[in-house]
T-cell receptor
Framework: DQQVKQNSPSLSVQEGRISILNCDYTNSMFDYFLWYKKYPAEGPTFLISISSIKDKNEDGRFTVFLNKSAKHLSLHIVPSQPGDSAVYFCAASFYNSGNTPLVFGKGTRLSVIA | DGGITQSPKYLFRKEGQNVTLSCEQNLNHDAMYWYRQDPGQGLRLIYYSQIVNDFQKGDIAEGYSVSREKKESFPLTVTSAQKNPTAFYLC???????????????FGPGTRLTVL
């Protein structure tokens, strides 16, 4: 059973507009969430994270929102740029996990159209 | 430069042959992981190791084997028992900051394995 779900396999957005990528989780014990960005034939790179004690974390054009009651998080990219075109993975972990593996969603492919 | 290296970038093997994928890190990270990526499947965990000489199976360990004899190395062997070995393989690592901490995973560039 998937614990981290990204229900939109793909998303197309015009350059300059906002991109919103969504992620839902089922395990209420998750308390730390991460977003990774991946280009084809490359390894994922860390983008931004959020702890469950916060509901928002911002880093430049990227903002992650967390709604714990809905078990939902979203990544906002404003403004979107063609270089943002990639696959975005949502991941989750437990506070007391030490080095236990992250749980990943299946990813959302973002296409930013110039 | 600190990082994770995976070699080779592309690997071709004949069906029925075992093949070993290399993963090396010079980040002094304690834990290392192997994932497999297939189209539409996201990242699926094969094996992970939190300390030297110890490793655990992930969600799809069947047909794979690993070793962790050195902290910086975590090779993955794809055996002939793996039914669908053609995939993109990713290695990752984290530094152990102890329980109660969050550990971001750093990924290598990946190896594309094609079994003919």
């Amino acid at each position: 059973d998937q614990q981290v779900k990204q229900n939109s396999p793909s998303l197309s957005v015009q350059e300059g507009r906002i991109s919103i990528l969504n992620c839902d989780y089922t395990n209420s014990m998750f308390d730390y969430f991460l977003w990774y960005k991946k280009y084809p034939a490359e390894g994922p790179t860390f983008l931004i994270s959020i702890s469950s004690i916060k509901d928002k974390n911002e880093d430049g054009r990227f903002t992650v929102f967390l709604n714990k009651s809905a078990k939902h998080l979203s990544l906002h990219i404003v403004p979107s740029q063609p270089g943002d075109s990639a696959v975005y993975f949502c991941a989750a972990s437990f506070y007391n996990s030490g080095n236990t593996p992250l749980v990943f969603g299946k990813g959302t492919r973002l296409s930013v159209i110039a | 430069d600190g990082g994770i290296t995976q070699s080779p970038k592309y690997l071709f093997r004949k069906e029925g042959q075992n093949v070993t994928l290399s993963c090396e890190q010079n980040l002094n990270h304690d834990a290392m992981y192997w994932y497999r990526q297939d189209p539409g499947q996201g990242l699926r965990l094969i094996y992970y190791s939190q300390i030297v000489n110890d490793f655990q199976k992930g969600d799809i360990a069947e047909g794979y084997s690993v070793s962790r004899e050195k902290k910086e190395s975590f090779p993955l062997t794809v055996t002939s028992a793996q039914k669908n070995p053609t995939a993109f393989y990713l290695c990752a690592s984290t530094r152990d900051r102890g329980l109660g901490t969050h550990n971001e995973q750093f990924f290598g560039p990946g190896t594309r394995l094609t079994v003919l």
